[in-house]
Structure formats: C-alpha cells, structure tokens
C-alpha cells in the first residue's frame, strides 16, 4: 500500500479554499501536515484566523497554521480588491461569523515550515496552493535546494484556453503575483496548473448545499451558508447564474487524483506585466516538462467524490 502524500495547502481563505480546506481533510488519499497563508481574497491575517476557526470546526485543532507573504514580492503593502469582499464576504467567508479560535497561528513563518517539509519529506509533499504564489517562490529563492526536494505542486490559478477573471487573460491568484509566478512555474520539480480552463466546469448549486443543511449538523449549516453566498454573489453579480465554481478544491482532488483531469505537458511562463499563463518559448523545445495544464475534467465523477468526503466530514 502506497504511503500517504504529506500535504501542505497556502489559503487566502476565501469561500473556495474553505472547501479545498474541507476536501484535503476528508480525502484519504492525503495527510494534512499544516495550512500556510497568503494575502488575495482577503488580509493575509484574516485568512490565518479564517483557517483556524473553521480547523476548529471540523475538530482539527491538531493541524498548524502559518503566516506567509502579506503583499506581493514587488509590492510594500496589498488591499482586497472590491470584487473579492463583493464574491467572498467582508470576513472572506461569506460573513458567516464564527467563534474566536481557541489555537493561535504558529511562531513559525511559512516560508520556513515550506522549507523544513520539504527536507522532512521531498518527493512525499504536496504543496497546493489556491492564492498568488508569493510563499512558494520566496521558500524556492531562500533555499534553491527545494525545488528538487517537493514531489508536486498542483496550484488553483491561471487560464491557457479560457478568459482570464481579471484580464482578458489573467486570473486572479496569478495576477495578484506575477512575478512569483514566474518563478515558481520555472523552477518546480513538477508543477500542475488547475486554472479556470477546468474550474469553471466544476458548478456547485444550492441543491448540494441543502444536502450539508439537512444533516442537521453545526459544520454542514456553516458551510452551507458560506457557500450559498458565494452562490448568490455569483447570481448577483452575473458571472453565472447556475452556480458557483469549485476552484480551489478541485485543486486538491488532481493533487492526490490527476486522472481526474486531462493534462497538457507544456512548460510555461508567466508575464510580469498581467499575469498570463501561455507557453515559454525558451523552454518549449526541452524535451523534459516540468509544467503540466488541466485541460479537461470529469466533472460529473468529481462532484460525486467532492460531496461524498465533504457530507461525511460534516456529519
């Protein structure tokens, strides 16, 4: 029996990565060994606390929590965009109020924790991150002998054959942090990009949410509620009127499960003006592809899976 990927999630907690959250403790492909944290959908503090409220919720005190970039790697300061307090709620959690969390973020930062786990376990770690790639890329530029060491990054970001949410062609995590981006993309051992080409397939409706309410349970009403605003700020604000996008969490399911999604072995840049996601020339050539797109997904078989562990968690 194949022995567990460690997995380490880098949220800006965020309506979705509460759900990529619950996905990566529910999945039994993986181990959560910490959360790291990341500025985008919301303060970077905001989305610490955000993650420790809902680890309680879900009776995971036990996994640790770490502060990471507060503001880009060209940038001195960060301020939530309109549209994400508009998408995520003014708390980042569809202001779904929660308790004040009884553990407190780690002392540790989370460039440091990427590093130590990166030494503890190279090629069993995952790192998924579902923000701008501003902690990975500093872990990358601290300690260039990392890039060897992490088996798999498997990102939420970016978009090759679709519009971009910010751009016509940028996405928003990537464009928060174009830069890091690049470097990331460039310098991963093995790099796989969930971008809206396979997100935006992924709809979630207040009919699966009904099935957390009906549980009866504190956990399935909070996360009902969480996403069933998202759901009605997708409605409102008329990106789509089905439903709402599962990104982040879809990234956590091609991390433990890649044959949920059609790859494209393509090496990839980033371009430090907007953020697009297209083709590195300089690297199309090599034989050797670090880089690999989601291209297609089975949707129908991931939803499936996605509310099978979620409702079991929420029980």
Do not use: C
């Not at 809206?196 to 207040?206: C, I, R, S």
């Not at 430090?272 to 996601?277: A, F, I, L, S």
């Amino acid at each position: 029996m194949m022995a567990k990927k460690k997995m380490i999630l880098d949220l800006d907690t965020g309506v979705d990565d509460a759900l990529a959250l619950a996905y990566a403790l529910a999945t039994p492909d993986s181990d959560l060994i910490g959360v790291v944290s990341s500025f985008g959908n919301t303060q970077v503090t905001t989305a610490g606390e955000n993650t420790l409220k809902l680890l309680e919720l879900l009776g995971r005190t036990d996994v640790p929590v770490f502060i990471g970039a507060a503001h880009s790697s060209t940038t001195d300061n960060f301020e939530t965009m309109q549209v994400s307090m508009d998408i995520h709620g003014k708390n980042g959690i569809g202001d779904v109020a929660l308790p004040a969390p009884t553990t407190a973020l780690s002392s540790q930062t989370a460039v440091d924790f990427i590093i130590e786990s990166a030494h503890k376990y190279a090629d069993d770690l995952v790192i998924v991150p579902t923000g701008p790639l501003t902690n990975l890329a500093e872990a990358y530029q601290k300690d260039p002998e990392i890039e060897n060491l992490i088996g798999n990054v498997t990102l939420m970001g970016g978009a090759l054959v679709v519009p971009g949410n910010v751009t016509p062609y940028t996405e928003a995590n990537i464009n928060q942090d174009p830069e890091a981006a690049d470097y990331v993309f460039k310098h991963a051992k093995h790099l796989v990009m969930v971008g809206l080409d396979v997100t935006l397939q992924t709809l979630l409706t207040k009919k699966e949410t009904q099935v957390w309410r009906d549980l009866g349970t504190e956990k399935g009403r909070v996360f009902a509620d969480i996403f069933d605003y998202y759901i009605d700020a997708y409605y409102d604000l008329d990106i789509n009127k089905a439903g709402a996008a599962l990104h982040d969490p879809l990234a956590v399911g091609v991390a433990v499960d890649p044959n949920l999604v059609t790859l494209l072995p393509l090496n990839m840049m980033v371009t430090h003006e907007d953020g697009r996601t297209i083709g590195d020339p300089a690297r199309l050539r090599d034989p050797h592809k670090n880089n690999f797109a989601a291209v297609a997904v089975d949707e129908p078989f991931y939803l499936e899976r996605f509310m099978n562990y979620t409702t079991a968690l929420f029980r």
